[in-house]
């Protein structure tokens, strides 16, 4: 079982729809969670972090954290063509590293 | 600077030679990391510094790789005796202690 998993997509949504973007991860001792955006050919972006349970919103973006769940989420409402990337979500397991699921690949169709 | 730089942005080199990267992480910034991602995967986990000090190089793949950052700003990753498997994307990121890492542009390293 990897560490963190993300399904791979590509998710399609057309524009001004809600993309919903999922991650699980194995270790229950994570203590932090990023979500990054990496148009193809650029480095990852941050654009959300979440330490707690709960909903965190930034504009259009929403984390999501579930930690009896092991289960993190990043909604984008709104989308928009330029939202499409690849959506990485990272996890930190106490010891500054993180952990990268493979992304998920987003499409939004005007 | 405004963000993290690294150099060269490209390097292609020949099997078997020795190869510098170099990160310049955002000033301010007391810890600095090094991931190699591979097409299609998420940043893999190499190294880590706080200040000079390196707490962690477990994900380093053998002893041809080593990293240091001498005055606990910018920071080296070598790579001796390239081999064509060394080929990838290597990125730097720093972050202020425990916080969000915040990425370079990379260096595409092809070994031939």
């Given at each position: 079982q990897k560490e963190v998993e993300q399904n791979s997509g590509p998710l399609s949504v057309p524009e001004g729809a809600i993309a919903s973007l999922n991650c699980t991860y194995s270790?229950?001792?994570?203590q932090s969670f990023f979500w990054y955006r990496q148009y193809s050919g650029k480095s990852p972006e941050l654009i959300m972090f979440i330490y707690s349970n709960g909903d965190k919103e930034d504009g259009r973006f929403t984390a999501q954290l579930n930690k009896a769940s092991q289960y993190v989420s990043l909604l984008i409402r709104?989308?928009?063509?330029?939202?499409s990337a690849t959506y990485l979500c990272a996890v930190n397991t106490g010891f500054q590293k993180l952990v990268f699921g493979t992304g998920t690949r987003l499409l939004v169709s005007p | 600077g405004a963000g993290v730089s690294q150099s060269p942005r490209y390097k292609v080199t020949k099997r078997g030679q020795d190869v510098a990267l170099r990160c310049d992480p955002i000033s301010g910034h007391v810890s600095l990391y090094w991931y190699r991602q591979a097409l299609g995967q998420g940043p893999e986990f190499l190294t880590y510094f706080n200040y000079e000090a390196q707490?962690?190089?477990?994900?380093?793949?053998?002893?041809r790789f080593s990293a240091e950052r001498p005055e606990g700003s910018i920071s080296t990753l070598t790579i001796q005796?390239?081999?064509?498997?060394?080929?990838a994307m290597y990125r730097c990121a720093s972050s202020l202690a425990t916080g969000p890492q915040y990425f370079g542009p990379g260096t595409r390293l092809l070994v031939l």
């Open positions: 270790d229950r001792g994570s709104d989308s928009q063509p330029s939202d | 707490q962690d190089k477990s994900g380093l793949p053998n002893d005796r390239t081999e064509q498997r060394d080929s």
